[in-house]
Every structure is written in structure tokens, then in C-alpha cells.
């Protein structure tokens, strides 16, 4: 992400009342006892970073910049715990890709250490790929979503891989359907492949290891899909709830440090952006009731409906790939869905939450 795309604000950030808060008058309106009702959630995510050396920078990812259909912000507060040592937080956006950094700077000998609490609501989503109408995309939006980046290339051994699964199809909606089923049959989650995956495509397509999690599966949708002419995108998040669907490989609530979990997208130029997530149809076959066949009832019913749905018991991020950490002088990262941080001596890992130190938690709010 080139930092000189981000859309830069001050410190003041949207501040929620902790105590007497109350519904907005839009979704007070909206609720109903439907599938589609909306849900409230507040998620909490609090970062100290143990060994601070010289200038001490953390960087948090926000809810989704953008408004969906299935879910919309309510705001966010930041705390630091210095006293008023650090540099104020900053927010930083980028709405092509809904994307939003809270990042502050810690000097030598002050406590690194920020929370940021967020509100928001979600609900379900389902988008019929072939006759429904989902969110539409303008024609430069639908060309960034064609765009390789570092990890999705769209050439060579990807455009040729895509090509022979598409070959004969016509119809986007066709394309991304034997994309989606592809990926549901070839591949598989590797329980041993640390956090969400890398998503490097290009090498799980030239070593045929095709084993990781929903950062290298879904990235493997997307990437086929763009190369074969069908805008995709990933949306990185975390979960913030148990499932509502008999799944309990598929939901996650209160301690949610370790939930992070990526979804997809593909546009439809009749039916607009389409909800999938072949990832989680491959994770119901490893974990669910102790592992599951590709034919069983259970994998079956989750293969159909996350083609074209998502229950929203999850908070998505952004959309982001090749993000610049602003104020970092480290490499990019292939996407942003973990807290990172930096000191003197470098990047901690942000996979190792024990030692970094980091805590996300969620919970349900009730009006």
C-alpha cells in the first residue's frame, strides 16, 4: 500500500459512551427478529510491548473504513497508558481498500502500551450469484480488484492454472464457481501453517502445496479468479462470536486473540460483489466433530452456503495487500490483519501474541 494513497486525520478519533450508550436511530429502526437482523459487537484490543528499545512504534488495524450491507462502524476510542509520554495516536485511511491504521509512537524509557476499543454491527449476508443484486462496483473499482500484488500474481503458472479451470466458461458467476469448487477439492487446511497462512500463491501453485489456512486458500480463489478476468478481493478480519449454525469449528467468541480469519469476495456483473469462503468449507472437513469427509451432510451444507453467504459473526478489517506501515522503515506486509509493532532492534513477530504481548477480546451488546 503506497502511504501516499492514505487519507491522514488527527488524533481526535470517534469516541464511544461506555456507559448509557444507545442504539443510532437507523439500526434501532432496522432491528427485527429476522436472519438478517442486526447484532452489536465490541471488540477490544490491547497491546504492550514488552522489551521497548529506543522509539517504540504499534500499529492496530481498525474496523472496515467503508459501510457495507453487512456492516457498519460505530465508532472507536484509543487509549495509552504512559501518562502522556507517547505521541498522540493517529488514524490513518485509506478507503479504496477500507482500510484504517491506528498506529502511535512510544519514546525510549515511556511504556508502550495502547487499547483500541471498537463498536460496530454486522449482519448476515447472502448475495444469490446468479439472480440476486449485492453491492455494485463502479468500473475503476472492479479494474483494482483485477490487480496483482506481491503475493497474487495473475501471470505465468497462475493465469495458466486459472485458464484451465475456467476453459469453456463464459459467465463470470460460471468462472468463480469452478474457481470456488477447485479449491474446495484440491486443496486443504494444514493445522501446522502458523496464524491465517502467507498467501504466496505463486509458490502453492509451483510446488503444488496447496496446505494452509484461509490466508493462502482464499488468496488461492482470489488470484485464479483475477486472472481469469473476474474481479475478487480478500477481506481480512477476525471472529467475534460463535456460530448460530451448528459449526463450532466456525465462530469464536470472547478471548479472540488467535481468531483472525480472511474471507472472499467475487463481482458478478449482474449480481455485484458475491460473498464466499472456500477456506472454511476445508476447515469444517479438518475440524468439525473431529474431521469430516468431503461428501458428509455437514461439509456439504457448508460447501453450499458459503458460496454466496457469510454469517456475520465476524468483524471484518480491510481489503488491503502490500501494506506500508506508516512510520515503519521495514518491508511491507502481504496484509494487515494482527496487531504489529517495532522497536530500535526491529519487527516483532506478530504471531507470537504471549511475548509481544497482546490481548483481543469481543463481546455482545444488547441495547
Not at 453450499?304 to 478489517?317: R, V
Request: proline share 5%; glycine share 8%; aromatic share 10%.
Amino acid at each position: 500500500m503506497n502511504r501516499r494513497h492514505f487519507m491522514k486525520s488527527s488524533a481526535s478519533l470517534t469516541a464511544v459512551v461506555s456507559s448509557g450508550w444507545m442504539l443510532p436511530s437507523w439500526l434501532a429502526h432496522a432491528q427485527t427478529e429476522s436472519d438478517t437482523a442486526w447484532r452489536i459487537f465490541e471488540v477490544t484490543a490491547r497491546v504492550e510491548v514488552l522489551k521497548p528499545a529506543g522509539t517504540t512504534r504499534i500499529w492496530l488495524p481498525t474496523p472496515m473504513t467503508v459501510d457495507t450491507t453487512y456492516q457498519k462502524s460505530l465508532g472507536h476510542q484509543v487509549k495509552l497508558e504512559d501518562g502522556g509520554i507517547s505521541k498522540p495516536a493517529d488514524q490513518i485511511r485509506d478507503p479504496s481498500w477500507a482500510l484504517g491504521i491506528v498506529s502511535a509512537e512510544f519514546p525510549q524509557g515511556s511504556k508502550a502500551a495502547m487499547t483500541l476499543t471498537s463498536r460496530f454491527a454486522t449482519r448476515n449476508y447472502s448475495v444469490d450469484p446468479f439472480a440476486g443484486k449485492g453491492m455494485m462496483a463502479s468500473v475503476d473499482e472492479q479494474k483494482r480488484f483485477l490487480k496483482a500484488s506481491d503475493l497474487l500474481p495473475t501471470d505465468g503458472i497462475v493465469k495458466s492454472t486459472s485458464d484451465s479451470i475456467v476453459k469453456g466458461l463464459k459467465s463470470d458467476t460460471d468462472k468463480a464457481r469452478a474457481i470456488y469448487d477447485w479449491v474446495v477439492e484440491n486443496t486443504y487446511r494444514d493445522p501446522k501453517v502458523r496464524g491465517c497462512g502467507v498467501g504466496d500463491v505463486k509458490f502453492m501453485l509451483e510446488n503444488k502445496s496447496f496446505g494452509g489456512k484461509c490466508g493462502d486458500l482464499n488468496a488461492l480463489f482470489v488470484a485464479l479468479s483475477r486472472a481469469a478476468g473476474v474481479p475478487a478481493r480478500d477481506v481480512y478480519g477476525i471472529r467475534v462470536a460463535d456460530s448460530q449454525r451448528g459449526y463450532k469449528s466456525l465462530g469464536k467468541a470472547g478471548d479472540i486473540t488467535k481468531a483472525q480469519h480472511c474471507r472472499a469476495e467475487f463481482y458478478s456483473q449482474t449480481a455485484g460483489w458475491v460473498p464466499v469462503d472456500p477456506a472454511d468449507v476445508r476447515k469444517v472437513i479438518l475440524e468439525e466433530e473431529g474431521g469430516k469427509k468431503i461428501d458428509d451432510p455437514k461439509v456439504v451444507a457448508a460447501r453450499k452456503f458459503l458460496w454466496g453467504n457469510w454469517e456475520m459473526n465476524w468483524l471484518a478489517l480491510n481489503y488491503a495487500h502490500d501494506v506500508a506501515l506508516p512510520g515503519s522503515a521495514k518491508s511491507k506486509l502481504g496484509f494487515f490483519m494482527y496487531p504489529n509493532a517495532e522497536t530500535a532492534e526491529g519487527r516483532l513477530d506478530q504471531l507470537d501474541p504471549d511475548n509481544f504481548k497482546y490481548t483481543i477480546t469481543s463481546k455482545e451488546l444488547t441495547a
